[in-house]
């Protein structure tokens, strides 16, 4: 039987709010979230056991990043490192993704549940940790009348990415 994850239920708002508080910690004013610096030189400042590494492609086959909480490590596949480097939006999305995951589970609670067990998006690891990321890569307040093409630009993220984040504040009726 496979096992699902459960996380301490956190919602969109509260997840606004921590990703206020890392950018602050991190000392981002700008737009622009640095993904690889904070993988490379800014986790370590509050977490001194972290570490990340990069493997190729093959080793990960087809998986976007890997977050081993226990031994303190992230993993990503070249593909994804050198992209994230080279300013590629959907790259961008998943070393955050990854960063997001080893913070929150660091910072949180997270269990094993059975895979029939219905959860609401809000108590799943993977809905916090692409939302984080999401607040992370584009902070609502700093997006105000932008448009889809604004916001992929100046956040460097995916069109994909600046249209989710559009269609959430449309639904928080967030200016």
């Known amino acids: 039987m496979t096992l699902n994850y459960i996380a301490e239920a956190t919602s969109r708002p509260e997840l606004r709010k921590f990703a206020e508080i890392i950018r602050k910690a991190f000392n981002i004013c700008k737009p ?6 904070i993988l490379e030189k800014g986790i370590v400042q509050f977490y001194p ?3 990340y590494e990069i493997v190729p492609d093959e080793e990960l086959d087809g998986i976007e990043g890997l977050t081993l909480p226990n031994d303190n490590l992230i ?29 929150l589970i660091k910072d949180t609670t997270v269990a094993m549940c059975r895979p029939d067990v219905r959860l609401p998006p809000y108590k799943k690891p993977e809905w ?6 999401s607040e992370l890569l584009i902070p609502p307040n700093l997006s105000v009348g932008m448009c889809t093409d604004e916001i ?5 993220v995916s069109r994909s990415a600046a249209n989710v ?9 967030l200016s």
């Open 32 to 37: 622009y979230f640095p993904a690889i610096e």
């Open 49 to 51: 056991e972290f570490d």
């Open 75 to 103: 993993i990503l596949p070249e593909r994804v490192y050198y992209g994230a480097i080279a300013g590629n939006g959907r790259a961008r999305f998943s070393v955050t993704h990854e960063i997001s995951h080893y913070i």
């Open 128 to 133: 916090q940790a692409n939302t984080l990321a």
């Open 152 to 156: 992929a630009e100046i956040f460097g």
């Open 165 to 173: 984040h559009l269609n959430v504040k449309k639904k928080e009726y």
